[in-house]
């Protein structure tokens, strides 16, 4: 409903706490945030509120979830839109102020990313003409508003059609609105990129969301306090978004090798966690390559060695990732990011092209490289 965006940028969800896995949809899995039960919480307590009973709280929740599940189909158009482009989605996400729909990557070509934002809100469309088509909606149009107002009030099966009919409506003219990373956002920055490059269109696009973003606060302020939530979201989504596509153009015509990390440590299998506590206080490193016999073995990050700091005897094998991607001296540096952001990993061992093991790069190294370059850049 709001967004989808390059993920996982964050830690897998199925080791996340307050997520509840609904199963898959073309192979999509589909979760449901702890924070949604709020939105439940919220809607019965105004029914309370309103001197509603046992009967209409349940008809509203009925109606919240049947608008989730247009919520899910909306998620599903982006999702299986980029499918045809080569784009996995991992997951969608139900969250109280809309779905996100976890994108491994975006659409860098214009006409494939605007196919993708328009799907959803097609979606949408859709399920209001099939809406349209089933429940009496002239009906509704031809009464005056106290009658409507009565009508609605008693809530059936009917009246909850005509809300949803009416909330899929609200549902495209709210995405649509140009608050990139929202659907309308996107569209505006592949419209902007068919005259321009991708940096400056995403430029603009995030410049744009972001100063809705700031309307949004202020009317949540005075009117609708999840207002303020989805402003947050816009606002931080831009930002963060419009960072990514910037260092990428950067970076672009660069070798992972320029960025590399050669002056590392590379453990066994076999040191002991009390062997990487030296090495760490020695020097700056916090990530490790594992290997055995010039193979990699496995990863061991700075987190799993704080989590197992009291137990220095611990081998690193046993806490060694083993589930880990590779890259090449030769790859471009831009494929660096794109793997940031379909995978948890950080930190990525790297091999020449005789797949012997010769360093490794991680963000910091290549925030490094994108300063200098942007110093370089400045001075020349």
């Keep these: 409903m709001l967004k989808y965006l390059y993920l996982d940028t964050f830690t897998e969800n199925k080791k996340m706490k307050g997520i509840l896995n609904l199963g898959k949809i073309a192979g999509i899995r589909i ?9 439940l919480i919220w809607v019965i307590f105004l029914d309370i509120q309103r001197g509603g009973t046992t009967y ?21 158009g982006h999702a299986l839109t980029a499918r045809r482009f080569g784009i996995i989605t991992k997951k969608i996400t139900l969250l109280p102020i809309g779905g996100v729909a976890s994108l491994e990557k975006m659409p860098e070509k214009p006409g494939q990313e605007l196919l993708v934002a328009l799907a959803g809100p097609a979606v949408n469309v ?7 088509l089933t429940v009496p909606i002239k009906n509704y149009f031809g009464l005056d508003a106290d009658s409507l107002i ?4 008693a809530p059936s099966l009917e009246t909850i059609l005509f809300y949803l009919f009416i909330a899929n409506l609200m549902l495209v003219v709210f995405n649509l609105i140009p608050a990139f990373p929202m659907d309308g956002g996107r569209v505006f ?17 995030a410049g744009l969301g972001q100063y809705l973003a700031v ?20 606002f931080l989504g831009a930002y963060s978004e419009n960072q990514m596509v910037q260092q990428k153009s ?11 990390l050669t002056n590392i440590t590379f453990l066994h299998p076999e040191n002991s966690l009390e062997d990487v506590f030296a090495i760490i206080l020695a020097g700056t490193e916090k990530d490790f390559v594992v290997a055995e016999n010039g193979l990699i073995k496995g990863i061991l990050y700075h987190k799993d060695i704080l989590k197992n700091a009291q137990n220095g005897a611990l081998k690193v094998r046993a806490i060694m990732d083993t589930k880990f991607k590779t890259m090449k001296a030769m790859d471009e540096l831009t494929l660096f990011f794109d793997l940031i952001n379909s995978n948890k990993q950080r930190f990525f061992p790297v091999t020449d092209n005789t797949h012997k093991l010769i360093g490794a790069i991680d963000l910091n190294n290549v925030s490094e490289f994108l300063l200098l370059q942007t110093n370089l850049i400045s001075n020349s």
């Design 189 to 205: 920055r592949a419209l902007l990129a068919f005259t321009m490059d991708r940096a400056r269109a995403t430029r603009i696009a």
């Design 250 to 260: 950067m970076v672009e015509g660069h070798r992972v090798q320029e960025a590399l």
């Design 56 to 76: 209409t709280a349940l008809m509203n929740i009925i109606l919240i979830l049947l608008l989730f599940l247009c919520v899910i189909l909306h998620e599903l």
């Design 150 to 153: 009565q009508l609605l009030s």
């Design 126 to 132: 859709l399920i209001a003409i099939l809406l349209f």
């Design 31 to 39: 979760e449901v945030h702890w924070t949604f039960s709020l939105l």
């Design 215 to 234: 309307i949004f606060f202020m009317l949540g302020l005075f009117y609708n306090p999840f207002l303020i939530l989805i402003a947050l979201f816009i």
